[in-house]
């Protein structure tokens, strides 16, 4: 079945370092990519997203890359602040519908000051 | 500020007892749903509402129910069937291809 997973369950940066969080899946059909931050306690927060047509997309301090032939997801944040410690997900919709959202377990990310 | 609001933040059960967790949405979405949210694991889906008076099940809706009579509102009950009803409950709601906004969750416990 289709599955969406994370290459480090856990990512600790010095403050100012860029970091990348990935995201492996394995539906090639999936035509919709998103990115949320979810902070201890609260819901996810919507970062950025990506359509399959599209290779990277650029948000302020993010950027999601997307590589259809290994089926790779990134996120890569810029000068990483304290602010920026959260859990982040990647999610994934396929079968061309809006609802059916496939949520990795999430990557744990530290900012050390 | 439009947004969604979940309420309680916490709530506390009896086993055995039915729980409604209420979610509420002043964004005009039409799309609502409710997902599960267990330590190390990803969020799963329990039911989604694509229009007022309908509503379909997700991944694990067992134990659960759900009514849609307001497009504004997408309350969750929380049934004695459920086995492992503790939980954090996160509501969420969206306009067709557009990014799910998330409320703020309420965590239940049942002891």
């Known amino acids: 079945g289709e599955s969406v997973g994370l290459h480090l369950p856990t990512l600790s940066v010095q403050e100012g370092d860029n970091s990348i969080i990935n995201c492996a899946y394995s539906n090639s059909a999936s035509d919709y990519f998103i990115w949320y931050k979810q902070e201890s306690g609260k819901g996810p927060q919507f970062i950025i997203d990506i359509r399959s047509n599209m290779d990277k997309r650029q948000g302020q301090r993010v950027t999601v890359l997307l590589n259809k032939t290994v089926k790779h997801l990134s996120l890569q944040i810029a000068a990483t602040q304290p602010g920026d410690s959260a859990v982040y997900f990647c999610?994934?919709?396929?079968?061309?519908?809006?609802?059916?959202?496939?949520f990795g377990k999430g990557t744990l990310l530290t900012v050390n000051p | 500020d439009g947004g969604i609001t979940q309420s309680p933040k916490y709530l506390f059960r009896k086993e055995g007892q039915n729980v409604t967790l209420s979610c509420e949405q002043n964004l005009n979405h039409d799309a609502m749903y409710w997902y599960r949210q267990d330590p190390g694991q990803g969020l799963r889906l329990i039911y989604y509402?694509?229009?007022?008076?309908?509503?379909q099940k997700g991944d694990i809706a067992e134990g659960y129910s759900v009514s849609r009579e307001k497009k504004e509102s997408f309350p969750l009950t929380v049934t004695s069937a459920q086995k492992n009803p503790t939980a954090f409950y996160l509501c969420?709601?969206?306009?067709?291809?557009?990014?799910?906004?998330f409320g703020n969750g309420t965590r239940l416990t049942v002891t």
């Open positions: 969420a709601s969206n306009t067709r291809w557009s990014p799910l906004h």
């Open positions: 999610a994934e919709v396929s079968g061309g519908s809006n609802y059916k959202l496939t």
């Open positions: 509402s694509q229009i007022v008076n309908d509503f």
